[in-house]
């Protein structure tokens, strides 16, 4: 099993930071603001309520299952029952046991590509096998119907959709979501749709969740969620999973023995967010939007750079296979790893390769830092670049 390799780009740039090195780094998905101060209040007063300082049931608070379950009425559009919600430790516990509950040995997961690094691994975990679909820059990182049916056999288990994507921040429209739900449905394919980056997306770019579309899909989908992006709660380590009752029950059962409950004051702290408006939710999206325009002018105007505009998340995934074979600095590097590698001994930032999420020839930053830091590591990476020979 591979280690992620987001985390261990932002491992190896807090690392050299700590060692007294200037490092800017792009590679982990998380947001530089602070999580809203009413979020953080709620978070210390349940910590002397000694209700929270005991053991609490397996699928989570009944009062967050209720707001998860409002949430998704009010964020999506079509209601669920808290009972059919299970709390985990984070948005990744709920992609393994996603996975765990419908993925047998042998099952095949279609996997469209660029993928989040983390998909294939769980996948692997379950015993199944990840088939990768990919799409590229060309078609704004987005598979189609007629691409998964090609790679459709009698093993296809599962279907992955993340929307907005990690690691490109593509976003598929609602006659996408929808022509993808239906095929799905009349080949009787599982949907697991990772709609965590729901709230952030940009310009005429709309969030489509499947089960809006295509609700017949119901009882073979699980949506996966957390509170990390949204809120800025990366570290509370607060995500969710719905789908069926069976799927959500034997689920439940896995956590009952890998971990329990999520910690209480965490999920207090998630009950706040998810209650209490969108409005700061609103002012980080600026600040995202403003930042992604910045870093994608600035991309683009590298020779030998090509930088798609993404539509959602707070991630960039330019195509730098112009760049590759080309001499720098004494170095010509013919991978995205190499040149990942290049640009982060050179100068002194960390980008994540392409080859965490599929095919070379990439790069993923993340513009979740603030506005000075992007413009400097951005103006670094182009003064490296523009001495390519």
Same mark, same amino acid.
């Given at each position: 099993?591979?280690?992620?390799?987001?985390?261990?780009?932002?491992?190896?740039?807090?690392?050299?930071?700590?060692?007294?090195?200037?490092?800017?780094?792009?590679?982990?998905? @998380?947001?530089?603001?602070?999580? +809203?101060?009413?979020?953080? @209040?709620?978070?210390?007063?349940?910590?002397?309520?000694?209700?929270?300082?005991?053991?609490?049931?397996?699928?989570?608070?009944?009062?967050?299952?209720?707001?998860?379950?409002?949430?998704?009425?009010? /964020?999506?559009?079509?209601?669920?029952?808290?009972?059919?919600?299970?709390?985990?430790?984070?948005?990744?516990?709920?992609?393994?046991?996603?996975?765990?509950?419908?993925? /047998? +040995?042998?099952?095949?997961?279609?996997? +469209?590509?660029?993928?989040?690094?983390?998909?294939? &691994?769980?996948?692997?975990?379950?015993?199944?096998?990840?088939?990768?679909?990919?799409?590229?820059?060309?078609?704004?990182?987005?598979?189609?119907?007629?691409?998964?049916?090609?790679?459709?056999?009698?093993?296809?288990?599962?279907?992955?959709?993340?929307?907005?994507?990690?690691?490109?921040?593509?976003?598929?429209?609602?006659?996408?979501? @929808?022509?993808?739900?239906?095929?799905?449905?009349?080949?009787?394919?599982?949907?697991?749709?990772?709609?965590?980056?729901?709230?952030?997306?940009?310009?005429?770019?709309?969030?489509? +969740?499947?089960?809006?579309?295509?609700? &017949?899909?119901?009882?073979?989908?699980?949506?996966?969620?957390?509170?990390?992006?949204?809120?800025?709660?990366?570290?509370?380590?607060?995500?969710?999973?719905? %789908?069926?009752?069976?799927?959500?029950?034997?689920?439940?059962?896995?956590? #009952?023995?890998?971990? #329990?409950?999520?910690?209480?004051?965490?999920?207090?702290?998630?009950?706040?967010?998810?209650?209490?408006?969108?409005?700061?939710?609103?002012?980080?999206?600026?600040?995202?939007?403003?930042?992604?325009?910045?870093?994608?002018?600035?991309?683009?105007?590298?020779?030998?750079?090509?930088?798609?505009?993404?539509?959602?998340?707070?991630?960039?995934?330019?195509?730098? &296979?112009?760049?590759?074979?080309?001499?720098?600095?004494?170095?010509?590097?013919?991978?995205?790893?190499?040149?990942?590698?290049?640009?982060?001994? &050179?100068?002194?930032?960390?980008?994540?390769?392409?080859?965490?999420?599929?095919?070379? %020839?990439?790069?993923?930053?993340?513009?979740?830092?603030?506005? /000075?830091?992007?413009? @400097?590591?951005?103006?670094?990476?182009?003064?490296?670049?523009?001495?390519?020979?």
């Amino acid at each position: 099993m591979a280690e992620s390799a987001t985390l261990a780009v932002d491992a190896k740039a807090k690392a050299l930071k700590a060692a007294g090195r200037p490092v800017i780094g792009f590679g982990a998905g @998380e947001p530089d603001f602070p999580t +809203p101060a009413h979020i953080v @209040e709620a978070a210390a007063a349940a910590c002397y309520d000694p209700v929270n300082h005991r053991y609490s049931p397996a699928a989570g608070l009944p009062a967050l299952r209720e707001a998860i379950a409002a949430a998704t009425l009010r /964020d999506s559009g079509y209601e669920v029952s808290p009972s059919s919600v299970l709390v985990t430790n984070g948005g990744k516990q709920a992609v393994y046991q996603a996975f765990a509950a419908v993925v /047998d +040995p042998g099952d095949e997961v279609l996997l +469209p590509a660029p993928y989040w690094t983390t998909y294939p &691994e769980a996948i692997r975990l379950a015993g199944g096998v990840p088939v990768e679909v990919f799409a590229g820059a060309d078609a704004g990182y987005l598979v189609t119907v007629d691409q998964l049916e090609a790679a459709r056999t009698p093993a296809t288990k599962a279907l992955l959709l993340c929307s907005p994507s990690n690691p490109t921040g593509a976003v598929y429209d609602a006659a996408q979501v @929808e022509a993808i739900g239906r095929w799905a449905l009349e080949h009787g394919v599982w949907v697991i749709t990772d709609e965590i980056y729901q709230h952030l997306v940009y310009d005429d770019a709309v969030f489509t +969740p499947v089960l809006g579309v295509v609700p &017949e899909l119901a009882d073979t989908t699980i949506v996966l969620n957390g509170v990390a992006k949204t809120y800025a709660m990366t570290g509370w380590r607060v995500g969710w999973m719905q %789908g069926p009752a069976d799927v959500i029950r034997a689920a439940t059962n896995l956590q #009952s023995h890998l971990t #329990s409950n999520v910690n209480n004051v965490a999920q207090r702290a998630a009950i706040a967010a998810l209650t209490g408006g969108l409005d700061a939710v609103a002012q980080m999206r600026q600040a995202f939007d403003r930042r992604r325009r910045a870093i994608v002018a600035a991309l683009d105007a590298i020779d030998g750079v090509s930088c798609p505009t993404p539509k959602g998340a707070f991630y960039v995934y330019p195509s730098v &296979e112009g760049v590759l074979g080309r001499e720098i600095r004494g170095v010509v590097p013919t991978t995205s790893a190499a040149l990942a590698e290049l640009i982060l001994t &050179e100068a002194e930032v960390a980008v994540v390769p392409g080859e965490a999420f599929g095919p070379s %020839g990439y790069l993923r930053l993340s513009y979740a830092l603030g506005d /000075d830091a992007l413009a @400097e590591g951005v103006g670094r990476i182009a003064a490296l670049l523009g001495e390519a020979r």
